[in-house]
């Protein structure tokens, strides 16, 4: 047989062997994330403790999508899935996915709605306003999240535990 023969076949078998490792991802897998089970996640949320073992959410609670644009100035039609919970001390957790193409406007509407929740607090709650300012913002897979609470990192940890 010639040469170029066996050149050609090398080049065939490269090629097709790239395309199988492309099909495939190039051997790598995504890691996998549990389905975010909202139940759990609130009930969990509201059993946290601080440093002193008294509960960091005082009556977590879900407020409707009226409550959180009346009070918050949250717009839910940006958000493809989320998951708030505030309680009557300004402590929160807001977990959301941002809708298609909307995920600077979501980071803009809650850099307002921060904002203007800790100027509403300034004058008469001064220790829920400095909660708010000195939230936690970060991102967890496609979920931004928002943290207020007596302790953020042990709010965060259980989120990141409940997301897999």
Do not use: W
């Not at 089970?37 to 509960?55: C, E, F, N, S, Y």
């Not at 829920?128 to 979920?143: I, P």
């Amino acid at each position: 047989m010639s040469k170029g023969f066996f050149k050609k076949l090398a080049v065939f078998i490269l090629a097709c062997t790239a395309m199988m490792m492309a099909a495939c991802g190039g051997g790598k897998t995504e890691p996998e994330t549990k389905p975010l089970d909202p139940d759990a996640l609130v009930q969990t949320i509201g059993a946290l403790k601080d440093g002193q073992g008294a509960a960091l959410f005082d009556s977590p609670a879900q407020p409707d999508s009226t409550e959180l644009s009346d009070i918050y100035n949250i717009d839910v039609s940006l958000l493809q899935e989320y998951l708030i919970v505030v309680d009557k001390k300004y402590n929160f957790c807001m977990m959301m996915v941002p809708a298609e193409g909307k995920s600077n406007d979501v980071k803009n509407m809650m850099s307002t709605a921060m904002t203007q929740l800790a100027q509403q607090l300034e004058l008469y709650e001064p220790d829920q306003c400095e909660r708010v300012r000195s939230h936690l913002e970060t991102m967890r897979g496609d979920y931004l999240i928002y943290a207020a609470s007596g302790d953020n990192d042990a709010l965060v940890k259980e989120i990141e535990k409940a997301l897999g």
